[in-house]
């Protein structure tokens, strides 16, 4: 197995280049993520000695930052997932749907791809300790990996966040730190603790690699197509780093002369916490704050000020895509009905996507194969699951 190409980091908005063998944050001039590069060229990676190995995340190790190929000793085993074909959704919307389904990774949720990779970077780098701050599901899978590293974690939390991603936190062992307010809160607690501490912040967009796990999962449904891109892909979208990681999937493959165009990617969030969407229709390119505390049951879409939504904006153009909002009751039917029609348990995050998907359909703007991003397990959202009669 040969190694990773990475060849440096570039701010994503100014291009500064940046040494990616030393830890990273923000650019140091406009203060936007920093994307790793790589060096690629047609034929620079053998796609079918890549299928040749394992169905794991780190069967992509050219295209991943780790300077030692084959999975970290942190690893908890982060086999591909499923990508499961919806027979009655796509009878239902007339067009073939498929799911890319993350719940059975590390932790239940697609975050242990981001937290796996980045961690492990960071730790080849020489970090004492970590700090994050999560809108939910992220906190307890970082605690995870950092507890399975033996590497300390302080992670922090609004008061609002959701009770089962708390008990993650503290049964793996890591600091739970709760403020009042929003993530955007959470963010501010956060970088005063890395600061105090000396310890590396994790926190979304603000360190290089996370880009790099989430890419993962777009070159495994790449894979599974037979090396071809869907048509579309719907994400839910808080901080947005699943979609920029799927444009990065796409690009890098093209510059390795694996295919040609990707598919459009549509973003869906919360009309509870919609700061994508109100950019989106009113035409613009930069995001402001989303007012307010989100009380939404699909807790990752609880992220009133995304750090690079111009970036997920810009994205999202340049695939041909759009953005679109769902309601309250809207996800929680969609979470009830992919358990009844389809058998999966999704998140709400999930779930949101067949809501979307649905709308779209109806305007006939689906090109196929659609693929649905279920990110995380049903079993962190009881409040979103039918209550049991009382007896």
């Not at 980091?9 to 100014?14: D, F, H, M, V």
């Not at 590069?37 to 050219?62: F, K, M, N």
């Not at 990779?117 to 020489?126: F, K, M, N, P, S």
């Not at 793996?172 to 307010?181: D, K, S």
């Amino acid at each position: 197995m040969s190694g990773s190409l990475l060849a440096g980091l570039a701010c994503a908005r100014c291009g500064k280049p940046y040494d990616a063998d030393v830890l990273q944050g923000r650019c140091a001039d406009d203060g936007a993520t920093l994307l790793p590069q790589y060096d690629l060229s047609p034929g620079a990676v053998d796609r079918d000695a890549v299928a040749a190995r394992p169905a794991d995340l780190w069967r992509w190790t050219e295209l991943l930052p780790l300077r030692h190929p084959g999975p970290p000793a942190l690893s908890l085993g982060e086999a591909a997932t499923p990508l499961v074909t919806l027979r009655r959704t796509s009878e239902r919307l007339g067009v073939e749907v498929l799911l890319k389904d993350e719940s059975p990774l590390p932790g239940t949720t697609f975050k242990a791809r981001g937290a796996a990779v980045a961690l492990a970077r960071a730790i080849e780098l020489g970090i004492p300790g970590v700090v994050l701050p999560t809108a939910g599901n992220a906190g307890g899978t970082w605690a995870l990996y950092a507890a399975r590293a033996g590497v300390p974690a302080a992670v922090v939390m609004a008061e609002s966040a959701p009770l089962v991603n708390q008990a993650e936190v503290l049964t793996a062992g890591a600091e739970l730190h709760l403020v009042p307010g929003t993530l955007a809160e959470a963010g501010a607690r956060a970088r005063e603790l890395a600061a105090e501490r000396g310890w590396f912040l994790a926190a979304t967009f603000g360190e290089p690699y996370r880009v790099d796990g989430k890419k993962t999962a777009w070159l495994e449904v790449f894979h599974d197509l037979g090396w071809r891109w869907p048509g579309t892909v719907v994400f839910p979208v808080g901080g947005g780093v699943g979609l920029v990681a799927a444009s990065e999937a796409v690009e890098q493959a093209q510059a390795l002369g694996w295919a040609g165009d990707g598919p459009r990617l549509v973003a869906v969030q919360s009309e509870d916490c919609a700061p994508l969407v109100r950019a989106w229709d009113a035409g613009g390119s930069e995001v402001a704050r989303w007012e307010g505390v989100p009380r939404t049951v699909a807790a990752g879409l609880r992220v009133t000020a995304p750090s690079e939504g111009w970036l997920v904006l810009e994205r999202v153009r340049r695939s041909g895509g759009t953005v679109l909002g769902a309601s309250e009751g809207d996800v929680l039917d969609a979470v009830s009905r992919l358990a009844r029609e389809e058998g999966v348990y999704a998140s709400p995050e999930g779930a949101a996507t067949l809501v979307a998907a649905e709308r779209l359909a109806a305007r006939g703007e689906l090109e196929e194969p659609v693929v649905l991003y279920q990110t995380a397990s049903a079993a962190k959202y009881p409040e979103a699951l039918r209550p049991v009669p009382a007896r």
